[in-house]
């Protein structure tokens, strides 16, 4: 498929051809490459773009994906499959971009990047 050029459902920012991502960006190999979960789970509170707060709580893989995204982006083409975790991140209204990144103009080696644009932070219990 060829890489699209604007910016998208599945792409928030498209990236000249060259460009990388950002060198903090994790590539997850395996799930212990990302911050560790704990046995009851997280609560985050969550302050979007437009100012809107509000707490979550989140356990096992999705709670790993929220506590590494709050630190570095993630490259979404992983061999954790992250993907599903952060719909779920989502779906509870916390906002990830995808940015879109190219090695050249035919869209080859093209990825995704996952960004974090709520602030997430751990509340206290």
Not at 53 to 60: E, L, P, Q, R, W
Not at 62 to 75: D, F, G, I, S
């Amino acid at each position: 498929a060829r890489f699209n050029e604007e910016p998208s459902m599945r792409y928030s920012k498209i990236h000249e051809p060259g460009i990388k991502p950002n060198s903090i960006t994790l590539d997850p190999q395996r799930w212990m490459d990302l911050e560790p979960s704990t046995q009851g789970g997280t609560r985050f509170e969550v302050r979007n773009s437009d100012g809107d707060t509000f707490t979550i709580h989140t356990k096992g893989h999705t709670e790993q994906v929220a506590k590494t995204l709050a630190k570095r982006p993630m490259r979404s083409a992983s061999r954790c499959r992250v993907s599903q975790y952060v719909s779920a991140l989502r779906e509870l209204g916390v906002q990830i971009d995808t940015e879109g990144y190219r090695s050249d103009d035919k869209g080859r080696d093209s990825f995704g990047v996952y960004c974090l644009r709520s602030e997430l932070r751990e509340a206290s219990a």
